[in-house]
T-cell receptor
Framework: GAGVSQSPSNKVTEKGKDVELRCDPISGHTALYWYRQRLGQGLEFLIYFQGNSAPDKSGLPSDRFSAERTGESVSTLTIQRTQQEDSAVYLC??????????????FGEGSRLTVL | RKEVEQDPGPFNVPEGATVAFNCTYSNSASQSFFWYRQDCRKEPKLLMSVYSSGNEDGRFTAQLNRASQYISLLIRDSKLSDSATYLCVVILNSGYSTLTFGKGTMLLVSP
C-alpha cells in the first residue's frame, strides 16, 4: 500500500512476555519515528531513525525497549518483559527529507498493546 | 517548563461558533511550526503549517508570534466534523528534525 503500515494492529499479552511491533514506512522515506500514546494522553517520542541509524534514542523509557531498522525500510520495536504501564498505542511515522519545511509526518494506524 | 504546552480543553462550542487555541513553546531556536489533527482513536494528520506572517486555509487561520513564543489556531464557522484533538507541533533542527508534539486541545462541536 501507499501508506505507513503497522502490525499487529492489536496485541494482548501477559505481563513479563516480550512483544515485537513492526512498521513498514512509505517507500523512499528515510526518516522513521516511533511514538507512544497512552489512553487520553499526548504523543511520547521514543526513537528516531535516519536510514538504519538511530541518532536519537532519548525517548526509550527503559532498557527493556529497543528498536532496529534494516534496509532503510522496515523497523521493529521490541519490548522485553512487558509491564502493565507499557499498555498504549505505539505509533510509527515516516517522512522525507523535507520534513523541516513541510512538517508532514505520515503516521501508521498504530499497534494497540494491552498488557494484562 | 514543558517544551510545548497546550490547554487540554475540552472546548465545547456550538456549530457555527468561532474558536481559538493557543500553544506555547519554550525553545526560542524552534524553527518550524505546525498544527495536526487527531480524531478519536485515529492517527494524527497534518492540518496546516504556521508561517510568521500568518496563513489561512479555508475556515482555519494559523498565527505565529516568535517574540512571545506562541502559535494559535482559529477555526471559524465550526462544523460537527471539526470535533477532534488539535496538536501543536514544533520542529527544532538540531542536525536532524526533532519534532515535539503538544498534548493536544480537544474540541467538541455540538449541534
Amino acid at each position: 500500500g501507499a501508506g505507513v503500515s503497522q502490525s499487529p494492529s492489536n496485541k494482548v499479552t501477559e505481563k513479563g512476555k516480550d512483544v515485537e511491533l513492526r512498521c513498514d514506512p512509505i517507500s523512499g522515506h528515510t526518516a522513521l519515528y516511533w511514538y507512544r500514546q497512552r489512553l487520553g494522553q499526548g504523543l511520547e517520542f521514543l526513537i528516531y531513525f535516519q536510514g538504519n541509524s538511530a541518532p536519537d534514542k532519548s525517548g526509550l523509557p527503559s532498557d527493556r525497549f529497543s528498536a532496529e531498522r534494516t534496509g532503510e525500510s522496515v523497523s521493529t520495536l521490541t519490548i522485553q518483559r512487558t509491564q502493565q504501564e507499557d499498555s498504549a498505542v505505539y505509533l510509527c511515522a515516516s517522512s522525507n527529507p523535507g520534513l523541516l519545511y513541510t512538517g508532514e509526518l505520515f503516521f501508521g494506524e498504530g499497534s494497540r498493546l494491552t498488557v494484562l | 517548563r514543558k517544551e510545548v504546552e497546550q490547554d487540554p480543553g475540552p472546548f465545547n462550542v456550538p456549530e457555527g461558533a468561532t474558536v481559538a487555541f493557543n500553544c506555547t513553546y519554550s525553545n526560542s531556536a524552534s524553527q518550524s511550526f505546525f498544527w495536526y489533527r487527531q480524531d478519536c482513536r485515529k492517527e494524527p494528520k497534518l492540518l496546516m503549517s504556521v508561517y510568521s506572517s500568518g496563513n489561512e486555509d479555508g475556515r482555519f487561520t494559523a498565527q505565529l508570534n516568535r517574540a512571545s513564543q506562541y502559535i494559535s489556531l482559529l477555526i471559524r464557522d465550526s462544523k460537527l466534523s471539526d470535533s477532534a484533538t488539535y496538536l501543536c507541533v514544533v520542529i527544532l533542527n538540531s542536525g536532524y528534525s526533532t519534532l515535539t508534539f503538544g498534548k493536544g486541545t480537544m474540541l467538541l462541536v455540538s449541534p
